[in-house]
């Protein structure tokens, strides 16, 4: 099992991002993937979470409405995207697969650090 | 939302008993997970369903969960355990994703 994410990101305030985890050696479409924020020094926040196979997607109240999870089964990939970042988007994003219908997370990328700065 | 609150921080003695709680209202309803997280790197699942281990984690590390408190024991501590540990639930049929606890710091003295 693998999650590949895409590389670190350097944007300014407003513009737009959309970063990817591309799964490997499981049956992508049937397992829930799932976004992960960490600030600088700071704690794992939940982001939002996708299940493929239908494209059924939950998000964590704080940044519903901010953010944008999708996934193409087709190449088993699943994005995060921003169509506005600020400078509190500065984060390491990490893609990870839930297992189980407890939802634990044995998988996870390597990370993707996002920083927005003028 | 569902709040997990767990220590800032803990500090255990080599070779001692090193004891980390996650509250939550009424988790012993809930399946808990724990991560162990070290400076720089992805989280990595040390405890899933309250209490199993993932192979390849040693036996010193064990979970429980009952009423509001769910708690993660690390054993016969040493250096290597210094890191943050987080839990960590989710309710799959909920219209939410997980939720983390607030995280907690280890350190080895």
């Known amino acids: 099992v693998q999650l590949v994410q895409s590389g670190a990101e350097v944007k300014k305030p407003g513009e737009s991002l959309k970063i990817s985890c591309k799964g490997s050696?499981?049956?992508?479409?049937?397992?829930?993937i799932g976004w992960v924020r960490q600030m600088p020094g700071k704690g794992l926040e939940w982001v939002a979470t996708?299940?493929?196979?239908?494209?059924?997607?939950r998000y964590s109240p704080s940044f519903q409405g901010r953010v944008t999870i999708s996934a193409d089964k087709s190449i088993n990939t699943a994005y995060l995207q921003w169509s506005s970042l600020s400078a509190s988007d500065t984060a390491i994003y990490y893609c990870?697969?839930?297992?189980?219908?407890?939802?634990?997370?044995?998988?996870w990328g390597q990370g993707t650090l996002v920083t927005v700065s003028p | 939302s569902y709040v997990l609150t767990q220590p800032p921080s803990v500090s255990v003695a080599p070779g001692q008993t090193a004891r980390i709680t996650c509250g939550g209202n009424?988790?012993?309803?809930?399946?808990v997970h724990w991560y162990q997280q070290k400076p720089g790197q992805a989280p990595v699942l040390v405890v899933y369903?309250?209490?199993a281990r993932p192979s390849g984690i040693s036996e010193r590390f064990s979970g429980s969960n009952s009423g509001n408190t769910a708690t993660l024991t690390i054993s016969k501590v040493d250096a290597g355990d210094e890191a943050d540990y987080s839990c960590?639930?989710?309710?799959?049929?909920?219209?939410?994703?997980?939720?983390f606890g607030t995280g907690t710091t280890v350190t080895v003295l």
């Open positions: 009424n988790i012993g309803s809930r399946s």
């Open positions: 990870a697969r839930q297992s189980g219908s407890s939802g634990y997370v044995q998988h």
């Open positions: 996708i299940y493929p196979s239908d494209s059924d997607t």
């Open positions: 369903d309250d209490s």
């Open positions: 050696g499981f049956s992508f479409p049937i397992y829930w």
């Open positions: 960590q639930v989710w309710d799959s049929g909920s219209d939410r994703p997980g939720v």
